[in-house]
């Protein structure tokens, strides 16, 4: 079992810059594909980032590649996504997710875990 703790979200002006974290517990967490999904009011979760240890791999969704940064530190059981020129389409919940072998990454339904989510606020 696993569990995820986000945080790091909250309000900030198009343009600016936020950092999520997610903690997991466990003690195989270098073992899990971790990715970073959003939901807007209204719409579908959609993925934004993941990423593998062995082999190394990071994937973004087009609308965030070059302002988004996914990294991890396996020591710390911590996933992190640098946010910036945040754009004021980019508001939504973000969750974390964690997932086991060789799965879709950019598919929700293949990740086993989840986070509660954190809200990221964006004005123009």
């Known amino acids: 079992q696993v569990q995820l703790v986000e945080s790091g979200g909250g309000l900030v002006q198009a343009g600016g810059s936020l950092r999520l974290s997610c903690v997991a517990s466990g003690r195989t967490f270098s073992s899990y594909a971790m990715g970073w999904f959003r939901q807007a009011p209204g719409k579908e979760r959609e993925f934004v980032a993941a990423?593998?240890?062995?082999?190394?791999?990071?994937y973004y969704a087009d609308s965030v590649k070059g302002r988004f940064t996914i990294y991890r530190d396996n020591a710390k059981r911590t996933v992190y996504l640098q946010m910036n020129s945040l754009k004021p389409e980019d508001t939504a919940v973000y969750y974390c997710?964690?997932?086991?072998?060789?799965?879709?990454?950019?598919?929700?339904?293949?990740?086993?875990?989840w986070g509660q989510g954190t809200q990221v606020t964006v004005s123009s």
């Open positions: 997710a964690a997932g086991t072998g060789e799965i879709r990454v950019g598919t929700p339904d293949e990740y086993d875990y």
């Open positions: 990423i593998r240890w062995m082999p190394a791999a990071t």
